[in-house]
């Protein structure tokens, strides 16, 4: 909901080239919550705004304000002043930025923009999307081993500034290794001891990870250490930057969603749902609901080649009960075998393991439903003995789809894919196909014995 309560005093200080009173109104709150009041404002009213605050506020509010204002901003404003803001701008964001915005303007932008940072912008563009490269910042807190902690204290109120977080110091050698990492904690516990060396207190043992790791791997190692911020390397262990917690949240918010579009048989999209045209987003649901059908046709085809045994029109009654018994099994398992994959409490090399695990649940889960099915069964078949085909298929079913919805996605993971595209649409088609087979070949058998 669009906060209106500043919009009109805004309004009138643009109108009135009130710098001052912009000014003030920038710096007043805290920064998230000035570009919540600027929200109703146009995109060249929101810049207006902003080019009255100083520099260091200015950055801060824009980073605040929605990705299409931004990149509206940086795409309409005047070059000079737009290469001002993205050198002030977190390299990990300006580079994630940089990639929504017209090219055009990136190539007009970039030789405005300062050498050293515009050299940082070009090396961090170079890693792939998705990989530790593309999401660090190269604004890292470093210290030579040498120094003392006196001296490291100095030198760090003067990098401060610059930095995005200083509770980790990272200790390098002359051509920028990393040796190990002292914390502002330890630095300011030392102060009675200020001639203690570096070299005496950081912590050699570090986990780090390399620029071109995925992104999912780097998030689940801060998550597993609890980490606020983890070390980027090179192949030669060159200090390139640090990913922080707040990028991790980032990645992993991402990577859920993503998963949570697979899981409903949808392509990722790759803007809001509102901002992506519907043609796009009908293509993108278009794919997965081809090879459901798929399925479905198949499952039709299956039912045909038992029209025989389908004479029998009890057995219709009861055919989606055994189908979505076997669906919702095999649901179930996938669900629960993505989520242990993904927070690594299983691996593919356990698969006999968890399928031994979803026989004996299969059973105990399959046994339940079946006297469910056969008390049924015995008011509406035909005879007693007729109704035995559905507790027995009952049982086959949701045995088959417990273990099926668990060994796909291990297959999955195994072959480097993500198990998350091993969708609950998908399992539920492949156990319906397989529920339609034992039921009719379970009918078949016993409604032929019995005769």
């Known amino acids: 909901m669009i906060n209106t309560l500043y919009l009109p005093e805004l309004r009138e200080m643009l109108a009135a080239d009130d710098v001052a009173g912009l000014r003030e109104f920038c710096s007043a709150?805290?920064?998230?919550?000035?570009?919540?009041?600027?929200?109703?404002?146009?995109?060249?009213?929101?810049?207006?705004?902003?080019?009255?605050?100083?520099?260091?506020?200015?950055?801060?509010?824009?980073?605040?304000?929605?990705?299409?204002?931004?990149?509206?901003?940086?795409?309409?404003?005047?070059?000079?002043?737009?290469?001002?803001?993205?050198?002030?701008?977190?390299?990990?964001?300006?580079?994630?930025?940089?990639?929504?915005?017209?090219?055009?303007?990136?190539?007009?932008?970039?030789?405005?923009?300062?050498?050293?940072?515009?050299?940082d912008i070009l090396r961090l563009r170079a890693y792939p999307e998705g990989t530790a490269g593309s999401v660090m910042t190269t604004e890292v807190a470093r210290l030579p081993e040498t120094l003392t902690v006196r001296a490291a204290l100095e030198e760090i109120s003067r990098q401060s500034q610059d930095l995005e977080t200083i509770y980790y110091i990272y200790i390098v050698d002359s051509e920028n290794h990393l040796r190990g990492l002292v914390s502002a904690r330890q630095l300011v516990t030392h102060l009675g001891k200020p001639e203690t060396l570096l070299s005496d207190l950081m912590k050699r043992d570090l986990v780090t990870v390399e620029a071109i790791d995925d992104q999912e791997t780097v998030a689940e190692k801060v998550a597993d250490f609890d980490f606020l911020a983890i070390p980027v390397v090179d192949a030669e262990q060159h200090l390139v930057g640090i990913i922080t917690h707040d990028d991790v949240i980032d990645v992993l918010q991402e990577e859920a969603t993503e998963d949570a579009y697979l899981a409903g048989a949808v392509e990722p999209l790759e803007e809001s749902y509102m901002d992506t045209p519907l043609f796009h987003l009908t293509r993108l649901r278009a794919g997965w609901l081809t090879v459901l059908f798929g399925f479905a046709l198949l499952t039709a085809l299956a039912l045909e080649s038992y029209r025989d045994a389908l004479e029998a029109v009890w057995l219709v009654w009861f055919l989606p009960l055994v189908i979505s018994s076997g669906g919702n099994t095999g649901s179930q398992s996938v669900t629960l075998i993505i989520r242990a994959l993904t927070t690594k409490e299983i691996t593919p090399e356990d698969w006999l393991a968890v399928v031994w695990r979803e026989l004996l649940m299969g059973i105990f889960l399959g046994a339940f439903l079946a006297a469910i099915g056969y008390a049924a069964g015995y008011f509406l078949a035909p005879s007693p003995a007729d109704a035995l085909v559905i507790p027995i298929t009952l049982m086959l079913v949701v045995i088959c789809g417990a273990i099926l919805g668990a060994l796909l996605p291990l297959m999955f993971q195994r072959m480097g894919l993500d198990p998350a595209l091993m969708s609950t649409p998908f399992v539920a088609g492949i156990v319906d196909i397989v529920g339609i087979l034992l039921y009719m070949n379970v009918a078949i058998y016993l409604l032929d014995s019995v005769q």
Do not use: K, Y
């Open 29 to 119: 709150l805290h920064a998230g919550r000035t570009a919540d009041f600027m929200e109703g404002l146009t995109h060249s009213e929101a810049w207006a705004v902003l080019r009255a605050a100083d520099r260091p506020t200015r950055v801060e509010i824009f980073g605040f304000l929605d990705e299409d204002a931004q990149v509206e901003i940086l795409e309409t404003g005047d070059p000079a002043e737009i290469a001002e803001l993205i050198a002030d701008m977190p390299p990990d964001d300006r580079v994630d930025l940089l990639n929504e915005v017209n090219p055009q303007v990136v190539e007009t932008v970039l030789p405005l923009i300062p050498t050293e940072e515009r050299r």
